[in-house]
């Protein structure tokens, strides 16, 4: 079954944004477009966060520490560099939360799934980027946070609430 992705990639925090699109042929072998750009990959892991990567045909080995979206490489020749790798979802929740929310903010739902967990309370402050709640979709868990600092002024949806893309989840002000 081929599998096809969208991510967006920055590398060491930089400015420029690369728009990939990946789609694993089989398992450990992908083809990604970077940017326009495509190349073949095969991809496996040979130890302990060490892995061997083919890319169009030439070899590499590399160490990556993945810390959530952000993943360390370190290549064999002793070059490091850090990529942040994002889904659309949370490319969106990045740029809203940088461009320094102010006044009431309602958090919609970004996709259908059910509330897994609530981990605030009506009245409650927060900071922006705290976890509000945990959605379930499509089986993984995506932390609802909160966009600014705030105090939580209501919360729309209950445990194991099954919601749709555009419900309203909460409201920070």
Avoid: C
Wanted: aromatic share 6%; no cysteine; proline share 2%.
């Amino acid at each position: 079954m081929i599998t096809k992705r969208n991510y967006f990639a920055t590398i060491d925090g930089g400015e420029k944004e690369y728009i990939v699109e990946l789609v694993e042929n089989t398992q450990n072998q992908f083809t990604i477009d970077i940017d326009g750009r495509k190349h073949s990959i095969d991809f496996a892991m040979a130890g302990d966060d060490v892995y061997s990567i083919i890319i169009d045909g030439k070899s590499y080995a590399m160490e990556i520490d993945e810390k959530g979206d952000i993943f360390d490489i370190l290549m064999e020749n002793g070059d490091n560099f850090s990529i942040e790798v994002l889904d659309e979802m949370k490319r969106l929740m990045k740029m809203r939360h940088s461009a320094g929310l102010e006044g009431r903010q309602i958090i919609e739902a970004q996709m259908p799934g059910y509330i897994w967990k609530i981990l605030v309370e009506k009245g409650q402050e927060v900071k922006a980027g705290e976890p509000l709640m945990i959605l379930v979709a499509m089986k993984m868990e995506n932390e609802i946070k909160a966009p600014k600092d705030g105090i939580v002024e209501d919360i729309f949806v209950e445990l194991d609430q099954t919601i749709v893309t555009g419900d309203r989840l909460a409201v920070v002000e």
